[in-house]
C-alpha cells in the first residue's frame, strides 16, 4: 500500500478519505504525461499538406494532425520571435511579460513553462533555438543552436571539422547563390551536409534526450525548436532542388516591378530591444531593402528554398516523433506542433513577419495527447498561443496558476466547450482577431498608416480596408472595445 500511496499524486491523497482510495487507484496513470513541445521557425499557417497546400508535402505532421486536434485559425501573440516564444512559456501577452520585441528582457519575476515543469517533479530539455533570456534553472538539458561561438551547435561543427569562418551554417556552396548581388535575400544549396544541418543536429540531440528518459521515475518536457523554414534561403541537398522555381505561382497581392513604396512599414522588424538596436545600426539601412521584394524569378527560388525548408523541418521533426513512439512514450506524451509566427512570402511584395497580416501572425497548431483529447479533430476556432502553456497545464492535470491570461484549449479540443473570445497580438500594431473579422491599430511610436479593419471570411487577402466605413460601424465599435479591455488586463504576478 505505501509503495502505490507513494505513486499517487499528493493533491489525491490528502484528499481522497478511505474510499476514495480506489477510485484514486482506478484513474489514470499517476504520473504525469510527458510534454513534447515542436516548434518551427517562420512557418506559415498553410504549410502542411494536411491543410490543403499544393506544393508541400509533411507527411509526419499530416500524421500528427490526423492523431489529434488542427487547429486552422491560430494566431501569435506578437509576430516575431522572442515576445511570441515569451507568450507560449507564460500564456502571458508581451506587453504583459515585457518582451514586447527581440531581445527585450522578460518583466520581473515572470514564471516560465520549463521552470514551473521542474517545480512539479518534471525533467526538462532544450534543444535548438530559444531566443529568450533563459536563466540557469530552466532547463536540466540544454543544447542551443544560436547565440554565437559558445553554442553546442557550434562546437559540434567544430568537433566535426565542418566549423566555417562566420555564418557557419549558412554558407552556400560557391557558385549556387541565386542571383548573387540583386538581393540582400540568401538563397542557395548550403555547404553543410544534411547530417550536419541545424534540423538533423537537433533532432539527433533530441532523440539522445528521449532514450536517457527511456525507463526513469520523472515525467519529461522537451522543447524542440527547429530555426528552418526560417531564413537564409541556404538549405541542404536534396532540398535545395526539391521544388522547381519555375513552378512556384506568385501570391495574388505580388506586384512584380513596383517601386518601393514610401512609407514601407518595417513592422515588428525594426521593433527591437537594444542589443537589436545596435546591431541594425551596425548593418546600416536596408531593413526595408530586405522586406521588400519585387523581383518575380527571385521570389520564386525563395518559395522554392521555402517549401524544400519546410520538407527539412517535417523529415527531421518526424524522426524526433518516431522515437516517442520506438521506445513505448507515445500513449503517455501530449504532443504540440506550432510556429512563433509565418512569413509573408512575397504577399504585398514584402518577406517575412512583423505585421499582422493572416501569413505573418496565422500559425499551425497540432496537438495529439492520447486519452485525452480525440484523434482526428479539425477547430476552427479563433485562438493565440497564450493559449498553449494552460493547454499543457490542464491536459497534464495541474491547475493553470491565476495570472495566466490564455485560456485551455482541452475543452475545444474535446468538443465539449467554447474557444478563447478572441485572439490578440501586439507589436508595432496591436490586433484583435474575432469570427471572421480583424483590427489592427498602430501603436503611438513608430508606424505609418492608420487602422485597418478587414473581413478575414470574405476577404482573406486583407485588400479592402473596412475601417471608419458605415457597413463595418457595429463590428468596428464592439472590436474596439475588445481590444481596449484586452490592453488593460492586470493579471497578477503568476506564483510557482
Ligand atoms: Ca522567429
Not at 489529434?68 to 511579460?97: D, E, I, L, N
Request: proline share 7%; with cysteine; charged share 25%.
Amino acid at each position: 500500500m505505501k509503495s502505490l500511496l507513494r505513486r499517487l499524486p499528493l493533491a489525491l491523497i490528502v484528499t481522497a478519505g478511505l474510499w476514495p482510495i480506489a477510485v484514486a487507484l482506478a484513474a489514470p496513470a499517476a504520473r504525469p504525461p510527458n510534454i513534447l513541445f515542436l516548434v518551427a521557425d517562420e512557418y506559415r499557417h498553410d504549410c502542411l499538406s494536411v491543410a490543403g497546400h499544393p506544393f508541400v508535402k509533411t507527411p509526419n505532421l499530416d500524421r500528427l494532425a490526423a492523431d489529434g486536434v488542427r487547429f486552422t485559425r491560430a494566431y501569435v501573440t506578437s509576430p516575431v520571435c522572442s515576445p511570441s516564444r515569451a507568450t507560449m512559456f507564460t500564456g502571458r501577452y508581451p506587453q504583459v511579460h515585457g518582451v514586447r520585441g527581440n531581445n527585450f528582457p522578460f518583466s520581473e519575476g515572470e514564471v516560465v513553462l520549463p521552470k514551473l515543469l521542474r517545480t512539479r517533479g518534471y525533467t526538462t530539455g532544450i534543444v535548438g533555438k530559444l531566443h529568450l533570456h533563459a536563466e540557469r534553472d530552466w532547463f536540466d538539458f540544454a543544447e542551443i543552436q544560436g547565440g554565437g561561438d559558445s553554442s553546442s551547435y557550434v562546437a559540434f561543427l567544430r568537433a566535426s571539422g565542418q566549423l566555417l569562418k562566420g555564418n557557419a551554417n549558412t554558407a552556400a556552396v560557391p557558385g549556387t547563390l541565386v542571383a548573387e548581388g540583386r538581393t540582400p535575400l540568401r538563397i542557395g544549396t548550403s555547404v553543410l551536409p544534411e547530417d550536419k544541418y541545424p534540423e538533423a543536429w537537433e533532432a539527433d540531440r533530441a532523440i539522445a534526450f528521449l532514450r536517457e528518459q527511456k525507463g526513469k521515475d520523472k515525467p519529461w518536457f522537451l522543447f524542440v525548436s527547429m530555426l528552418k523554414p526560417h531564413s537564409e534561403f541556404v538549405i541542404p541537398k536534396p532540398f535545395d532542388k526539391m521544388y522547381a522555381a519555375k513552378d512556384m505561382p506568385l501570391p495574388k497581392t505580388f506586384r512584380p516591378g513596383m517601386a518601393l513604396p514610401d512609407g514601407f512599414a518595417t513592422g515588428g522588424e525594426s521593433e527591437e530591444g537594444k542589443e537589436g538596436k545596435k546591431r541594425k545600426k551596425d548593418d546600416g539601412p536596408g531593413s526595408a531593402a530586405r522586406l521588400f521584394i519585387n523581383d518575380a524569378d527571385i521570389l520564386r527560388e525563395v518559395i522554392a528554398h521555402y517549401y524544400g525548408a519546410v520538407a527539412l523541418v517535417d523529415k527531421h521533426m518526424g524522426r524526433v516523433l518516431a522515437t516517442v513512439n520506438e521506445l513505448g512514450m507515445r500513449e503517455d506524451t501530449i504532443v504540440v506542433f506550432t510556429a512563433d509566427h509565418g512569413n509573408m512570402l512575397g504577399e504585398r511584395n514584402r518577406m517575412f513577419k512583423g505585421v499582422m497580416y493572416e501569413s505573418s501572425a496565422r500559425v499551425p497548431l497540432l496537438l495529439r495527447a492520447p486519452g485525452r483529447v480525440p484523434a482526428g479533430r479539425v477547430s476552427d476556432a479563433v485562438l493565440d498561443n497564450a493559449s498553449i502553456m494552460p493547454t499543457l497545464l490542464d491536459l497534464a492535470g495541474m491547475t493553470v496558476p491565476a495570472g495566466v491570461q490564455g485560456k485551455s484549449l482541452a475543452p475545444l479540443a474535446r468538443g465539449t466547450g467554447a474557444g478563447p473570445e478572441a485572439a490578440y497580438a501586439y507589436l508595432s500594431d496591436k490586433m484583435v482577431r474575432q469570427g471572421d473579422w480583424k483590427l489592427i491599430v498602430p501603436l503611438a511610436r513608430g508606424k505609418t498608416g492608420g487602422p485597418e479593419l478587414y473581413n478575414v471570411a470574405r476577404d482573406p487577402d486583407e485588400q479592402t480596408n473596412l475601417y471608419g466605413k458605415s457597413e463595418a460601424a457595429a463590428v468596428q465599435t464592439k472590436l474596439s472595445a475588445l481590444m481596449e479591455a484586452w490592453e488593460n488586463q492586470t493579471p497578477p504576478k503568476v506564483r510557482l
